[in-house]
């Protein structure tokens, strides 16, 4: 994704998508898998789920089926604004 392909006000964030081919008389557990990308909303997520997946494993929206779609978020401590301007001051302010 490049930066000028995202819409003006939307972030590009981390999500990851969990899908599997369609279960079928012959494969009654297919095999499932789990992909991490970017993309600006779950809508667009799937899409690029789906695209991989057809590159990859020659498996198609059709013949598929999402399990679930989570985003993904850093883990640890929140940083807020506050932390970064007081972190990043100095640095703009040639000190």
Request: a positive charge; aromatic letters at 10%.
């Amino acid at each position: 994704m490049t930066k000028g392909s995202q819409i003006k006000g939307h972030r590009v964030r981390q999500y990851q998508v969990i899908g599997r081919k369609a279960p079928t008389e012959k494969e009654a557990e297919p095999q499932i898998f789990r992909m991490k990308l970017f993309a600006t909303s779950p809508v667009s997520a799937k899409s690029r789920f789906w695209y991989f997946m057809h590159q990859y494993q020659k498996m198609k929206k059709s013949t598929g089926e999402i399990l679930s779609v989570n985003e993904v978020r850093a883990r640890g401590r929140k940083c807020g604004g506050r932390e970064w301007r007081a972190w990043r001051a100095p640095a703009l302010l040639g000190l």
